[in-house]
């Protein structure tokens, strides 16, 4: 038990765990930044997705006139189906 009390760390542990979280550290700030720009854009009422509606993952709340188009037509195609 008094082993426990005096374990110390060495310079490589520290450096390792240093290491580690940093890179997590930047994982989450660009992570947050690129989820944070991609609702801004999708606010201003620009594509996030290049232009491709059909696999969007927004394309029901998009009012972009590609969109409207791309809604219409899927709604054309399910209709057909039934």
Not at 14 to 20: D, E, K, N, P, W
Request: aromatic share 2%.
């Amino acid at each position: 038990m008094r082993e426990n009390l005096h374990h110390t760390q060495s310079r490589r542990q520290l450096l390792a765990g240093a290491l580690r979280y940093a890179t997590l550290g930047l994982l989450g700030t660009v992570g947050g930044s690129t989820f944070a720009r991609r609702c801004r854009i999708a606010r201003e009422g620009k594509c996030i997705n290049q232009g491709i509606c059909r696999g969007c993952e927004v394309l029901e709340k998009c009012d972009l006139p590609q969109a409207l188009s791309a809604k219409e037509a899927l709604g054309r195609i399910n209709d057909d189906r039934k």
